[in-house]
């Protein structure tokens, strides 16, 4: 019997994309996965597609496989909004930067914070790194300097710089009279509070 699948709005959960995601963040084939669980490669891709819909003792089988709880795959995702008006100022480096908080505070996996920075603001002359394997910065206006040890990146309006955070850095708005606005994403978060 073929099962058919439901969009949002139906019953039945779709749960293929979260299965594919689990496979595929564990660097694992659908041959790899179909070996592990005694299932075939094409069972497991209809599976993936919202094509068929496994057994439970099959869906438990395949979980087992992917070390995935069985009940992750039905938790309704978790969406968390943060106002503009209600962004908490923070202070991550520097000075002379109005620093907000654009994701929520326990957010572990990545964090958005928009900088404004007024003229001739600064992170510091002493370089510093921060706990994450990676930062981007993009700037939606005005200029920004981003220090290095060994060099500087003049970055101007759209520009997006993308490197480690472990790598001793600091910035610099070396705009004397206007200030300047960036994001900066965090992977993942430097800290959790």
């Given at each position: 019997?073929?099962?058919?699948?439901?969009?949002?709005?139906?019953?039945?959960?779709?749960?293929?994309?979260?299965?594919?995601?689990?496979?595929?963040?564990?660097?694992?084939?659908?041959?790899?996965?179909?070996?592990?669980?005694?299932?075939?490669?094409g069972f497991i891709s209809r599976i993936e597609r919202d094509v068929t819909s496994p057994s439970v003792s099959t869906l438990v089988t395949v979980c087992a496989a992917l070390?995935?709880?069985?009940?992750?795959?039905?938790?309704?995702?978790?969406?968390?909004?943060?106002?503009?008006?209600?962004?908490?100022?923070?202070?991550?480096?520097?000075?002379?930067?109005?620093?907000?908080?654009?994701?929520?505070?326990?957010?572990?996996?990545?964090?958005?914070?928009?900088?404004?920075?007024?003229?001739?603001?600064?992170?510091?002359?002493?370089?510093?790194?921060?706990?994450?394997?990676?930062?981007?910065?993009?700037?939606?206006?005005?200029?920004?300097?981003?220090?290095?040890?060994?060099?500087?990146?003049?970055?101007?309006?759209?520009?997006?710089?993308?490197?480690?955070?472990?790598?001793?850095?600091?910035?610099?708005?070396?705009?004397?009279?206007?200030?300047?606005?960036?994001?900066?994403?965090?992977?993942?978060?430097?800290?959790?509070?």
């Amino acid at each position: 019997m073929k099962s058919v699948p439901i969009d949002a709005g139906g019953q039945e959960p779709r749960i293929g994309a979260r299965l594919r995601d689990a496979r595929q963040r564990q660097g694992l084939t659908i041959d790899q996965v179909a070996q592990s669980t005694g299932l075939t490669k094409g069972f497991i891709s209809r599976i993936e597609r919202d094509v068929t819909s496994p057994s439970v003792s099959t869906l438990v089988t395949v979980c087992a496989a992917l070390s995935l709880p069985v009940g992750e795959l039905f938790t309704a995702p978790k969406n968390d909004v943060v106002r503009a008006a209600d962004a908490p100022k923070i202070q991550l480096t520097g000075h002379g930067a109005d620093e907000r908080l654009l994701t929520p505070r326990g957010q572990g996996r990545v964090q958005l914070i928009r900088s404004v920075t007024g003229p001739g603001a600064t992170g510091g002359d002493e370089l510093y790194t921060l706990n994450c394997e990676v930062e981007v910065v993009h700037v939606l206006r005005g200029t920004l300097q981003v220090r290095f040890s060994d060099s500087v990146v003049t970055l101007a309006e759209g520009d997006t710089l993308t490197f480690s955070g472990r790598e001793p850095h600091s910035w610099l708005n070396p705009d004397e009279t206007a200030t300047s606005e960036a994001l900066w994403v965090i992977a993942p978060a430097s800290w959790s509070t």
